[in-house]
Nanobody, 121 residues
Framework: QVQLVESGGGLVQAGGSLRLSCSASGSALRVNNMGWYRQAPGKQRELVAS???????NCADSVKGRFTISRDSAKNTVYLQMNSLKPEDTAVYYC???????????????WGQGTQVTVSS
């Protein structure tokens, strides 16, 4: 059974920083792309940033220059460094990972439980 465990959310003032972490655990784990999504109240879940197994990254325009995604593939862990936070960054942040299933010979999306990030003005 694959689990994604997130940490690092919290309350911060505008202009501050937070670092989110997400670790995938499970036996014989093979992880492809990893990423972070967020969902604000009344809004759809949106991609914040993603990183491939080879290290290629993609970020939403709204966070470019402020957020940085990275990963430690040996630990199946992805990080999101968030700087210069704004009140509009307030949301629940979800970790996502494409995890290989040997039984189905394909990758499935797995989600973390979400971590709240609140930015006060």
């Amino acid at each position: 059974q694959v689990q994604l465990v997130e940490s690092g959310g919290g309350l911060v003032q505008a202009g501050g920083s937070l670092r989110l972490s997400c670790s995938a655990s499970g036996s014989a784990l093979r992880v492809n792309n990893m990423g972070w999504y967020r969902q604000a109240p009344g809004k759809q879940r949106e991609l914040v940033a993603s990183i491939s197994s080879g290290g290629s990254t993609n970020c939403a325009d709204s966070v470019k220059g402020r957020f940085t995604i990275s990963r430690d593939s040996a630990k199946n862990t992805v990080y999101l460094q968030m700087n210069s936070l704004k009140p509009e960054d307030t949301a629940v942040y979800y970790c996502n990972a494409q995890v290989y299933s040997g039984a189905w010979d394909t990758y499935f999306n797995r989600w973390g439980q979400g971590t709240q990030v609140t930015v006060s003005s």
